[in-house]
């Protein structure tokens, strides 16, 4: 009890410079009204000043429905944690949240849009550009622009100050309709998340059977069969997992791996399916992976794994919980694993005696359009009867040390504040778990190398995974991506009617490859269907948005 008192003293304490930014950018003279936190100057209605901006606190409490997406230990109502609970203190604001396991999100706001029961705003929404500009069409999303300039000035000044972020959020049509959220670390290949497929070894077993760190795909697989037969956490059962990933996910997928074939293969990007799957840039050419001799050469050779038992069959079904259940057994049972970062899976004690396997030799590392910021954040729906009200609570989360807390943790549970005020990490056992628990949601906020002033929000581990990035995968990494653009309408409709089938197509047979190994005798008729299914009108779609992109930056 003591431990939760105190949490919310150190919360009340920085909070107080904090919130300032949410009273619709009108400074409360130094007078009792102020004090007791009354909005500066007359307002009208709920709480609109003289000037048309929201203050804070409003007169009369509103409510707002917001659906949100959150991690699966985070706790399923958002106005439990500490700082959505202060905002409602100062803003009079209340939140009457849904929030859905990240996991199901997607099929559970389809349902909902489906249905007609709109909330006030997604929290975010992760709609892909085909389905903003969809929405946006039948009128279910609104546009922000007028919201932003009007009610949002801490989110007006990023995006005054930061052009190509707001270019990036921009549709077809000029309009915005999504909330930017990210966080920079990096630029380029050097961007924290170029490459999220970091492939770990148990060095202890290595250690314990004599074997060397593999620099060849042929010495890894020689490794992995060690593993497997020879017993390495010596616990006299034939228990050992040489290798665990989790297939098809934005973080720990094989496809990494293709990239010792030559053809590295991209999956599931949650942050914009639009377009990123199996996509690779050779020479300003557009490649779909699947189509490449690489792949063919990828999938057969994999597949022996499978045949012998190297990987965890459990790959094609875990989810966060199961797979970091998997390093945290009573005795280690794992060799290897495919993720972001070691210690989310087998522990920081664990962790210890793990090491990032480097690239093997002729490998071709992935350049993934990934981290950095995304276009996937808040929308605002039709049915919201207060969007100003809405906007002005939302700016709240792009106060530098507000969007810190919100994608992080709170201050005095992930971070401190020093004598000038400024925002710095904690040091917390086991980040990466401890963040979903912690932070209110990554779905919105933006933290820029501008605000490491007020914030310094790049915490050890990303500072060192750019670090092992830069020094051990960037000098093999592809030289081009597929950037983050925003398609044409008629580019969108046909993407939105080619990929989906497309995609599912190629991951089921990438599995069944793995599984079964027919990859030899399926390929002729896999390339035909692909042909059939509209491949070719799909890659003139990327290949377009590629060539305007490149001639923009001339």
Not at 121 to 129: A, E, L, P, T
Not at 161 to 185: N, V
């Amino acid at each position: 009890m003591k431990k939760r008192t105190a949490l919310f003293l150190s919360m009340a304490i920085g909070m107080t410079m904090t919130l300032a930014a949410c009273s619709g950018g009108n400074e409360q003279p130094n007078d009792a009204s102020a004090e007791a936190g009354e909005p500066a100057g007359e307002t009208k209605g709920e709480g609109t000043s003289e000037t048309g901006a929201v203050a804070f606190p409003l007169k009369e409490r509103v409510t707002l429905k917001a659906v949100a997406h959150r991690p699966p230990l985070a706790p399923s109502d958002f106005n439990e944690q500490p700082l959505i609970k202060e905002l409602e203190a100062k803003t009079n604001v209340h939140i009457d949240w849904e929030t859905i396991v990240e996991t199901d999100y997607l099929e559970k706001r389809n349902l909902l849009l489906a249905s007609g029961t709109l909330p006030d705003f997604f929290f975010s929404g992760r709609f892909s550009d085909s389905e903003l500009v969809r929405y946006s069409k039948d009128g279910i999303l609104i546009p922000l622009d007028d919201l932003i300039e009007n009610h949002m000035p801490n989110l007006k000044a990023i995006l005054d100050a930061r052009p190509d972020i707001k270019a990036s959020l921009t549709a077809p049509d000029g309009h915005i309709y999504t909330l930017p959220q990210g966080e920079e670390f990096g630029s380029g290949q050097e961007e924290i998340g170029a490459n999220p497929d970091f492939l770990y070894l148990n060095k202890a077993w290595l250690d314990k059977l004599g074997l060397a760190m593999p620099k060849t795909i042929d010495e890894y697989t020689e490794v992995l069969r060690a593993f497997k037969t020879r017993d390495p956490n010596g616990n006299g059962k034939a228990d050992e997992i040489p290798l665990t990933y989790i297939d098809n996910f934005w973080t720990g997928d094989i496809g990494v791996l293709f990239g010792a074939f030559g053809v590295p293969d991209k999956t599931y990007r949650p942050s914009n399916p639009t377009y990123i799957d199996h996509l690779n840039v050779v020479d300003g050419k557009v490649q779909f992976a699947p189509q490449q001799e690489g792949y063919k050469k990828a999938a057969a050779y994999l597949h022996q794994w499978f045949a012998e038992g190297l990987v965890d069959l459990d790959a094609f079904t875990h989810d966060y919980d199961t797979y970091f259940a998997r390093g945290k057994t009573e005795d280690e049972t794992i060799g290897s694993l495919i993720w972001w970062d070691k210690n989310d899976v087998v522990g920081p004690e664990r962790g210890e005696h793990w090491v990032l396997v480097p690239p093997f030799e002729g490998m071709v590392v992935k350049w993934n359009n990934g981290g950095g910021f995304g276009r996937d954040g808040v929308t605002i729906t039709k049915d919201n009867k207060h969007p100003e009200v809405t906007a002005a609570w939302l700016d709240c989360f792009y106060e530098p040390t507000m969007a810190a807390q919100a994608r992080f943790g709170p201050i005095g549970v992930w971070f401190e504040q020093d004598a000038s005020g400024k925002l710095v990490p904690k040091t917390v056992e086991n980040p990466g778990e401890f963040r979903q628990s912690s932070a209110v949601t990554n779905g919105i906020g933006l933290l820029l190398y501008d605000h490491l002033d007020q914030v310094d929000y790049i915490e050890p581990r990303a500072a060192q995974r750019i670090k092992d990035s830069v020094e051990m995968y960037v000098p093999q990494m592809e030289d081009e991506r597929y950037p983050n653009i925003f398609f044409l309408d008629d580019e969108l409709r046909t993407i939105d009617r080619l990929k989906p089938d497309i995609s599912a197509y190629v991951n089921k047979m990438r599995a069944q490859w793995l599984l079964e190994g027919t990859v030899e005798a399926d390929w002729a008729n896999f390339q035909e269907t692909l042909k059939k299914m509209g491949i070719e009108e799909l890659l003139a779609v990327y290949q377009a948005g590629y060539d305007r992109y490149l001639q923009a930056q001339k």
